[in-house]
Nanobody
Framework: QLQAYGGGLVQAGGSLRLSCAAS????????MGWFRQAPGKEREFVAV????????NFADSVKGRFTIPRDNSKNTVYLQMNSLKPEDTAVYYC???????????????????WGQGTLVTVSS
């Protein structure tokens, strides 16, 4: 089970850190991703981190502004969002894909578990 939290209202240019806490003992066996869905739009990939933190990847729209650290001792993955823009406004979801998954991390189909989403609103 994944629990995402930390969303809120922030001004453009500000920062926000989302957290996703996982229950269970196998968190370190999963690659963790963040997706977002803006009103009227489809869910889109934001970022992914490998099970050991060995790799990360980001959507072009957030590259250089967002990071995705994880702490396996706390069963938690984060999404640190800096230099936020109004177009970052969306519901953000965390998701878990098994480390044995060999497909693309950019689509939702590779992820077995999803958090409930947390709303981020960036005002201009």
């Amino acid at each position: 089970q994944l629990q995402a939290y930390g969303g809120g209202l922030v001004q453009a240019g500000g920062s926000l850190r989302l957290s996703c806490a996982a229950s269970g003992r196998t968190f370190s066996s999963y690659n963790m991703g963040w997706f977002r869905q803006a009103p009227g739009k489809e869910r889109e990939f934001v970022a992914v981190i490998g099970w050991s933190g060995g790799f990360t990847n980001f959507a072009d729209s957030v590259k250089g502004r967002f990071t995705i650290p994880r702490d396996n001792s706390k069963n938690t993955v984060y999404l640190q969002m800096n230099s936020l823009k109004p177009e970052d406004t969306a519901v953000y979801y965390c998701a878990a894909a098994p480390k044995t998954y060999s497909g693309s991390y950019y689509g939702a189909s590779g992820y077995d578990y999803w958090g409930q989403g947390t709303l981020v609103t960036v005002s201009s």
